[in-house]
T-cell receptor, first 113, second 115 residues
Framework: DAGVIQSPRHEVTEMGQEVTLRCKPISGHDYLFWYRQTMMRGLELLIYFNNNVPIDDSGMPEDRFSAKMPNASFSTLKIQPSEPRDSAVYFC???????????FGAGTRLSVL | GDSVTQMEGPVTLSEEAFLTINCTYTATGYPSLFWYVQYPGEGLQLLLKATKADDKGSNKGFEATYRKETTSFHLEKGSVQVSDSAVYFCALSDQAGGGADGLTFGKGTHLIIQP
């Protein structure tokens, strides 16, 4: 299996622009997670899905952030409008129903200028 | 709520030195414990885990023992290599397998190994 695939790997945008991050989980995995990593706050869970349904979005910082999972093999995290403080590395991860271990993608490094 | 506390970094060691990265936790239930490693430019990878008290997880020369009495899960390696340079995260999960997410990460410890 190719693992969790995220795109793009790097994104540079200007304040106010819309940003869309993409994730393809490992086939057969039932859970999908979106995390944000910064030096100041460490690793934060933003939202997670089970069987394509959002279960807990309490970590989403503001209404500017939204996430969707239209099917079992694809998820997006959208920021609209983006702000400089959104600059971070965003990770997607997935796991099965029966194993707590989660598998991380390589991340998207977002820079908002 | 649950929490994980790791030693602050960066930790700088010479090659072949002995490594200990401390991790302590607080949890309401009987958690599983994990160490994840993040190499530069990559995502987190599971390094080892332990699911019950006194279990020892081991992988790639790293070990950690689940100590319920001291609520600790310290990571150790007898002889580190330059390739071990990475950020190490301690984490706990107090949900039964198949349940809702309950994974709590520590802030990470940056390890630098010098030749």
């Amino acid at each position: 299996d190719a693992g969790v695939i995220q795109s793009p790997r790097h994104e540079v945008t200007e304040m106010g622009q819309e940003v869309t991050l993409r994730c393809k989980p490992i086939s057969g995995h039932d859970y999908l997670f979106w995390y944000r990593q910064t030096m100041m706050r460490g690793l934060e869970l933003l939202i997670y899905f089970n069987n394509n349904v959002p279960i807990d979005d309490s970590g989403m910082p503001e209404d500017r952030f939204s996430a969707k999972m239209p099917n079992a093999s694809f998820s997006t995290l959208k920021i609209q409008p983006s702000e400089p403080r959104d600059s971070a590395v965003y990770f997607c991860a997935s796991r099965t129903n029966w194993d707590r271990e989660r598998y991380f993608g390589a991340g998207t490094r977002l820079s908002v200028l | 709520g649950d929490s994980v506390t790791q030693m602050e970094g960066p930790v700088t060691l010479s090659e072949e030195a002995f490594l200990t990265i401390n991790c302590t936790y607080t949890a309401t239930g009987y958690p599983s414990l994990f160490w994840y490693v993040q190499y530069p430019g990559e995502g987190l990878q599971l390094l080892l885990k332990a699911t019950k008290a006194d279990d020892k997880g081991s992988n790639k020369g790293f070990e950690a023992t689940y100590r319920k009495e001291t609520t600790s899960f310290h990571l150790e390696k007898g002889s580190v290599q330059v390739s071990d340079s990475a950020v190490y995260f301690c984490a706990l999960s107090d949900q039964a397998g198949g349940g809702a997410d309950g994974l709590t990460f520590g802030k990470g410890t940056h390890l630098i190994i010098q030749p």
